[in-house]
C-alpha cells in the first residue's frame, strides 16, 4: 500500500512538473501533505517536515551565500580583464576563438548559474563570432558543454545541490572525489573547442582584425576595482575554493564569512551593500525556498516510509548480478531520465528512491548522487531547462536546430565523465 502510494506520488509529482501545472516548488510542498495525509499520516506530518527541512538547513546556506558571493565578484569585475585579455590573444583565429570560449565559459561557470554563464560568454564573444563568421551554434555549445562539467558538480550548482539534498549526503564528500572528474571534463571541453574551431578555420580562415572592433563585451561591472582590489578578490576567491577542498571548515560557513568579506572590501557603503543584496536577492531567495520545499519533500517521503517500501519493490525487480553496478545504471540512465524529466522531478522524485535500493545492495548512496549528475550534458539540451531558451535566444537561433547540433557532443561528453568516474573512483563497478 505505502509503495503504491509512493510511486503514485511520484508519478503525479513529476507530471504536474513536466506539464507545468504546478511550479517546483508549491508541487514539491503539495503533493507529499496531501499523499501524507491520505496515507493516515497527519500526527506526524508537522515533524516529518520539520525534519526534512533541519537536513536540507546547511545546504541552503550553502547555495544562498554562494550565490551571493559570486554575484559579488561578478558585480566587483572579478572576470573583467580576463574578458579583456581573452579578446586580445584570440584574436581572429577560430581555433584561439573556441578554446578562448571554453576557458572563459569553464571559468564563469563555477558560479554555478546557467544563466549568468550563457550571459557573460556570448555577450563577450558573440560579436567577434559574426565578425569573422563563426557559426554561433558553436559558441552556443561549447558555453553549454562548460556549465555542464563545472555547475553539474559542485555543490552549489544546482544538480549537485539537488542530489547532495535528495540523499542526503555530506557536500564535501559528494565534491572532492568529483575534482578529477571537472579537471578531466574541461580537458574534454578544451579537445572539443579545438576540433570544432579547426574546422572553422578551415571554413572560414583566420582574420586580421582590430581589437578595437571588438572588445564591447557587453559585461558592465558595479564597480571598477582598482588593481590592489582585483588581486585581493582574486586571493579571497583562491582561498574559499582551497578550504572548500580541504574540507576545513563547513562549505556553508566558508561561503558565509567569503560573502561578508567581499561585501566590505568591494562595497563599503552601507547604501551600496542594500542594492547589490537585493539585486542578487531574488535568484537566491527562490534557489533557497526550493531546496527547503525539497527538505519537506524527503521528509515526507522517508517518514511516512515510503522510500524504504519502494526501494524493496525495485529490489525484486533487480538482479542480483546488477546490484553492485547501480552507480554504473544511473549513470547511463541519467541522460535519458533527465532530458525528459525535470531536475526536480528526477533529483526529488527518482533519485531517493535509487539511493534507497543501493544501500540494499551494499552500494554508498553518495555514489548514487556522484552519478546522478554524470547526465547533465544531455539534461541542458532538454526544453525543460528555461537557461537553454535564453542561449539559443542569445544566439538567434532555434531550439531544434542548435539540440540537433549539439547532441552528440553532449552525449560524448556524459560518456566522457561516466568513464572518467569509474576510473577516478568516484563510483564503483
Not at 582585483?230 to 558565509?256: H, Y
Amino acid at each position: 500500500m505505502i509503495a503504491s502510494l509512493g510511486f503514485i506520488m511520484i508519478i503525479l509529482f513529476t507530471y504536474l512538473i513536466m506539464s507545468n501545472r504546478l511550479s517546483p516548488i508549491v508541487a514539491l510542498i503539495t503533493v507529499p501533505i496531501l499523499f501524507a495525509i491520505f496515507a493516515g499520516f497527519a500526527s506526524t506530518l508537522g515533524d516529518m517536515m520539520l525534519d526534512g527541512m533541519k537536513q536540507v538547513s546547511s545546504t541552503a546556506a550553502l547555495l544562498l551565500f554562494a550565490i551571493l558571493y559570486f554575484g559579488v565578484m561578478i558585480d566587483a569585475g572579478l572576470f573583467d580583464p580576463f574578458i579583456h585579455r581573452l579578446l586580445t590573444v584570440v584574436k581572429g583565429d577560430p581555433v584561439k576563438i573556441a578554446m578562448g570560449t571554453a576557458v572563459l565559459a569553464l571559468a564563469v561557470a563555477l558560479d554555478g548559474d546557467g544563466t549568468t554563464t550563457y550571459m557573460i560568454t556570448v555577450s563577450a564573444l558573440l560579436s567577434l563570432y559574426l565578425k569573422i563568421g563563426m557559426n554561433p551554434l558553436i559558441l552556443a555549445t561549447i558555453a553549454m558543454l562548460s556549465l555542464s562539467v563545472m555547475s553539474g558538480m559542485t555543490p552549489w550548482g544546482g544538480p549537485a545541490t539537488r542530489a547532495i539534498v535528495a540523499t542526503g549526503v555530506d557536500p564535501s564528500e559528494f565534491f572532492v572525489p568529483l575534482i578529477p572528474l571537472m579537471v578531466i571534463g574541461a580537458i574534454w571541453v578544451l579537445l572539443v573547442a579545438y576540433l570544432l574551431g579547426k574546422k572553422e578555420r578551415k571554413r572560414v580562415g583566420v582574420h586580421e582584425l582590430s581589437i578595437d572592433h571588438v572588445m564591447q563585451t557587453g559585461v558592465e561591472s558595479a564597480s571598477k576595482p582598482s588593481p590592489i582590489r582585483w588581486w585581493t578578490n582574486l586571493l579571497l576567491t583562491v582561498a574559499v575554493m582551497v578550504i572548500l577542498v580541504k574540507g576545513i571548515w563547513p562549505p556553508s560557513a566558508i561561503f558565509i564569512l567569503g560573502f561578508a568579506i567581499a561585501l566590505m572590501i568591494n562595497f563599503p557603503k552601507n547604501t551600496v551593500q542594500k542594492e547589490i543584496i537585493m539585486k542578487h536577492a531574488g535568484n537566491a531567495l527562490i534557489v533557497t525556498a526550493l531546496v527547503f520545499a525539497a527538505g519537506i519533500f524527503t521528509g515526507i517521503l522517508s517518514g511516512t516510509g515510503m522510500v524504504t517500501a519502494m526501494s524493496n519493490a525495485l529490489i525484486s525487480l533487480i538482479p542480483d548480478s546488477l546490484g553492485s553496478q547501480l552507480p554504473l545504471i544511473v549513470g547511463i540512465t541519467s541522460m535519458a531520465f533527465t532530458f525528459v524529466m525535470s531536475n526536480d522531478a528526477y533529483y526529488f522524485g527518482v533519485l531517493p528512491v535509487l539511493a534507497e535500493t543501493a544501500t540494499s545492495f551494499g552500494v554508498d548512496p553518495i555514489e548514487i548522487a556522484r552519478a546522478s549528475v554524470l547526465g547533465q550534458p544531455v539534461h541542458l539540451l532538454s526544453p525543460l531547462v528555461a537557461s537553454t531558451f535564453l542561449l539559443v535566444g542569445m544566439i538567434s537561433k532555434e531550439l531544434g536546430e542548435y539540440q540537433k547540433y549539439a547532441f552528440l557532443w553532449c552525449f560524448l561528453t556524459s560518456i566522457v565523465l561516466i568513464i572518467a568516474a569509474v576510473i577516478t573512483g568516484a563510483i564503483s563497478v
